[in-house]
């Protein structure tokens, strides 16, 4: 019976982001915070909505460490061999291939799982000897216990808008971590990222992060989540394109935030007001 080692990096082979650092702009402390977690083999926890940047900000500062990032997007799903391993056919012989969370452990690379509430509890347990001040993941298949390698470090982001009694992170992971809040940036930093991401100039940005503010501050059960940088961002580049504003707004905003429809048509009443402009199909 032959071990192998194997991971579809969802970078690339390396595993390692190359070229310039991931665009982001800090709103808080985050930065300065996770990166003194990280040298004292602390896990982190990152806390905030959809959309609002706790991808790109762990992109950000796996460049910073110039450390691999391994990323998995958890779901119900995902079982323990899904992240730790499992023995394959291959040929004639029966091989082991390292999960995700495997390989991270072992090349001391940055593992970051992400909404990892998703996956289910029993999967999450096997996090804790990682977690906590052992750095260790046993690999029941394999009859062995895995040191981290140095540079190793845990990281997972979950969005509280969705937290359930049956979607949550247990208590006993939550004491492992390090917690960093996230939120939406300022608005002046907003538009510097929108007009940065999208290519647009700073006025038309400027139009849609107040648009975007403005459907945050609603209270209406219809929305699911609010409006996201991400979306915002989504807007510009259809914008950028060639798209009228309202009709960006509408596609990469207000469509995929509800299918209810009188708060769609109140999110249009929306667009009209703060981009000056009637939505197609209203």
Not at 80 to 99: F, H, I, P
Not at 129 to 136: K, S, T
Not at 245 to 272: C, F, H, K, S
Request: aromatic share 6%.
């Amino acid at each position: 019976m032959a071990i192998e080692s194997g991971f579809a990096h969802k970078n690339g082979a390396g595993g390692r982001l190359e070229g310039r650092r991931p665009y982001y702009t800090p709103v808080g402390n985050e930065d300065t915070v996770f990166k003194a977690a990280y040298r004292q083999g602390l896990s982190i926890v990152l806390k905030g909505p959809t959309g609002c940047g706790k991808t790109r900000f762990v992109e950000a500062v796996a460049h910073d460490l110039d450390r691999p990032l391994i990323t998995v997007a958890c779901h119900d799903d995902l079982t323990t061999a899904d992240l730790v391993g499992r023995y394959l056919l291959k040929g004639d012989e029966t091989v082991w291939v390292d999960g995700p969370l495997t390989r991270a452990v072992r090349e001391g690379a940055i593992c970051y799982l992400d909404e990892v509430v998703e996956a289910r509890q029993d999967t999450t347990v096997v996090l804790h000897p990682l977690a906590d001040h052992r750095r260790q993941l046993p690999i029941e298949r394999l009859g062995v216990t895995l040191d981290a390698a140095p540079g190793f470090g845990l990281v997972v982001s979950y969005n509280p808008g969705y937290q359930s009694v049956l979607k949550d992170l247990k208590d006993s992971t939550r004491q492992r971590m390090v917690a960093i809040e996230f939120g939406f940036p300022a608005p002046e930093v907003e538009v510097g990222i929108v007009a940065h991401e999208a290519g647009v100039d700073e006025r038309t940005a400027a139009e849609l992060v107040r648009f975007g503010q403005a459907i945050r501050r609603l209270e209406t059960g219809g929305l699911r989540e609010v409006a996201s940088t991400r979306v915002l961002i989504a807007a510009a580049r259809l914008i950028a394109e060639g798209l009228p504003v309202a009709v960006a707004a509408q596609v990469a905003v207000a469509g995929p935030l509800t299918d209810d429809i009188a708060v769609a048509r109140g999110l249009n009443e929306l667009i009209e007001v703060y981009l000056g402009e009637t939505a197609a199909n209203d």
